[in-house]
């Protein structure tokens, strides 16, 4: 049972990252997945969480309008589209599954199994 976090990096002030999440090893439509973020010396943090079917999700809401949670059942990956990234956007950003239902998912204690986490920088 694995979740893999890729597509982070180093990208300037206003630019644009698209993270991936792949689960291997159990039937990932049957949990919603959520996004969560961790700066050095911060508490980790909910970003975004998406339901097993895709047709609901819910923001932070200092990335609402910027960022977008999406998912592709066939190919059993998340993605999570970050547009007009901020200096305060820098963190590791990890995915993690669930079965509780949304908007009231976005405590990392209802997550059982996380990927290994994609670090995102943005430089102004």
């Known amino acids: 049972v694995q979740l893999q976090a890729s597509g982070g990096g180093l990208v300037q002030v206003g630019g644009s990252l698209r993270l991936s999440c792949t689960a291997s090893?159990?039937?990932?439509?049957?949990?919603?997945i959520g996004w969560f973020r961790q700066a050095p010396g911060k508490a980790r943090e909910f970003v975004a969480t998406?339901?097993?079917?895709?047709?609901?999700?819910f923001y932070q809401d200092s990335v609402k309008g910027r960022f977008t949670v999406s998912r592709d059942n066939a190919k059993t990956t998340v993605y999570l589209q970050m547009n007009s990234l901020k200096p305060e956007d820098t963190a590791t950003y990890f995915c993690?599954?669930?079965?509780?239902?949304?908007?009231?998912?976005?405590?990392?204690?209802?997550?059982?199994?996380w990927g290994q986490g994609t670090q995102v920088t943005v430089s102004s």
């Open positions: 993690a599954r669930t079965r509780r239902t949304l908007p009231g998912a976005r405590e990392p204690g209802l997550y059982d199994v």
């Open positions: 090893g159990f039937t990932s439509d049957d949990y919603a």
């Open positions: 998406i339901d097993k079917s895709g047709d609901r999700t």
